[in-house]
T-cell receptor, first 115, second 114 residues
């Protein structure tokens, strides 16, 4: 069975601080995909990044960066110089296995960035 | 940019009544998903279609929930009869194909059962 754990339920930071959201996953599959989504108060889940299990390169996109480590089954997400608009719920998700289209989500981390 | 369209955005219904949600995926996306998200939790897959065929409905409460995608394009999710515990957001999503592809979500349909 697949499982995604986001141990941080809520995080609060002051604008311009850096913040890291943790994601730990469990899977028996050798091929799998990891995702991060952002859910603002409006409710829509916005895709941020996809990473497959064979690509452990870290990625940077503007103020966002992702650290994928298979050795610790983690796929952490860092926001540099946070802004108020970053306030949202962030979900980590995992897909793979017999139904590779099905994504298993963590319970999310609520990030509040205060001005 | 193409989006996944859902309606209604908000629905309040009484217990034991029927309710239906509609979804139009991104054009060309063969795979369509219905997820349910309870407040404070991550989305949970209810049903997955590949074209008009159901691929996975293992978490769909089939005694009261039904879903169809007759022509392999848009889809309807129905609940009858609705129960208080069905209050949640129902998210439709689509992807070009299933394996490892990015899933794009609609804005969701908020359901409140009173």
């Amino acid at each position: 069975a697949q499982k995604v754990t986001q141990a941080q339920t809520e995080i609060s930071v002051v604008e311009k601080e850096d913040v890291t959201l943790d994601c730990v996953y469990e899977t028996r599959d050798t091929t799998y995909y990891l995702f991060w989504y952002k859910q603002p108060p409006s409710g829509e889940l916005v895709f941020l990044i996809r990473r497959n299990s064979f690509d452990e390169q870290n990625e940077i996109s503007g103020r966002y960066s992702w650290n994928f480590q298979k050795s610790t089954s983690s796929f952490n997400f860092t926001i540099t110089a946070s802004q108020v608009v970053d306030s949202a719920v962030y979900f980590c998700a995992l897909s793979g296995g017999t139904n590779a289209g099905k994504s298993t989500f963590g319970d999310g981390t609520t990030l509040t960035v205060k001005p | 940019e193409a989006e996944v369209a859902q309606s209604p955005r908000y629905k309040i219904t009484e217990k034991s009544q029927a309710v239906a949600f509609w979804c139009d995926p991104i054009s060309g996306h063969a795979t369509l998903y219905w997820y349910r998200q309870i407040l404070g939790q991550g989305p949970e897959l209810l049903v997955q279609f590949q074209d008009e065929s159901v691929v996975d409905d293992s978490q769909l409460p089939k005694d009261r929930f039904s879903a169809e995608r007759l022509k392999g394009v848009d889809s309807t999710l129905k609940i009858q009869p609705a129960e208080l515990g069905d209050s949640a957001m129902y998210l439709c999503a689509s992807s070009r194909w299933a394996t490892g592809n990015t899933i794009y979500f609609g804005e969701g349909s908020w359901l409140t059962v009173v």
